[in-house]
T-cell receptor, first 114, second 114 residues
Framework: DTAVSQTPKYLVTQMGNDKSIKCEQN?????MYWYKQDSKKFLKIMFS???????INETVPNRFSPKSPDKAHLNLHINSLELGDSAVYFC?????????????FGPGTRLLVL | GDSVTQMEGPVTLSEEAFLTINCTYT??????FFWYVQYPGEGLQLLLK?????DKGSNKGFEATYRKETTSFHLEKGSVQVSDSAVYFC?????????????FGTGTRLQVFP
């Protein structure tokens, strides 16, 4: 069984469109994250939710809006897509937001904005 | 702020060679350290971790020791295989209760040839 899953795996879209990426974890974890990996493989955190509440927002443009309907899901909605949004987006989860918890990553969603 | 610096890649080795990938850090408080591996086209997988100074993490023949005196968490393997070819990421977790996140290095690509 997949622990952290993301859909879609690939997403190709036009500039200006609105798109969503979904993430689900079946590990029973309380905390979920979104990371962005750019074309140079650099990974940076975007958001973190603990029990459906936002706890980290790393100065991401407000075109990006995470939504957590329950603690097993953290979706990422992106409005008015720009070329610079092209990247691989990784979802992750950990037991909780406490110290030193291992984060488990999904397979990534490769977004290409044309 | 906290940061992680990894050696530039790619690192190119022959099978059975000794591997070292350097990772140094700047951090306050009591961080934990992780090595993640990303195989081509896949997400990140936890390779090993260390949660306090002088701890050694190990897995699949890889080792790394958290050394506070040299602010390092270098990754080593005594004899690499072709199947170890991947991108390796060093990361730290700052240890801020309830706002924890991973801060990644830029990744180091390892290429192992038969």
């Amino acid at each position: 069984d997949t622990a952290v899953s993301q859909t879609p795996k690939y997403l190709v879209t036009q500039m200006g469109n609105d798109k969503s990426i979904k993430c689900e974890q079946n590990l029973g974890h309380d905390t979920m994250y979104w990371y962005k990996q750019d074309s140079k493989k650099f990974l940076k955190i975007m958001f973190s939710y603990n029990n459906k509440e936002l706890i980290i927002n790393e100065t991401v443009p407000n075109r990006f809006s995470p939504k957590s309907p329950d603690k097993a899901h953290l979706n990422l909605h992106i409005n008015s897509l720009e070329l610079g949004d092209s990247a691989v987006y990784f979802c992750a989860s950990s037991q909780d937001a406490a110290l030193q918890e291992t984060q488990y990553f999904g397979p990534g969603t490769r977004l290409l904005v044309l | 702020g906290d940061s992680v610096t990894q050696m530039e890649g790619p690192v190119t080795l022959s099978e059975e060679a000794f591997l070292t990938i350097n990772c140094t850090y700047t951090a306050t408080g009591y961080p934990s350290f992780f090595w993640y591996v990303q195989y081509p086209g896949e997400g990140l997988q936890l390779l090993l971790k260390a949660t306090k100074a002088d701890d050694k993490g190990s897995n699949k023949g890889f080792e790394a020791t958290y050394r506070k005196e040299t602010t390092s968490f270098h990754l080593e393997k005594g004899s690499v295989q072709v199947s170890d070819s991947a991108v390796y990421f060093c990361a730290l977790s700052p240890g801020s209760y309830n706002t924890d996140k991973l801060i990644f290095g830029t990744g180091t690509r390892l290429q192992v040839f038969p």
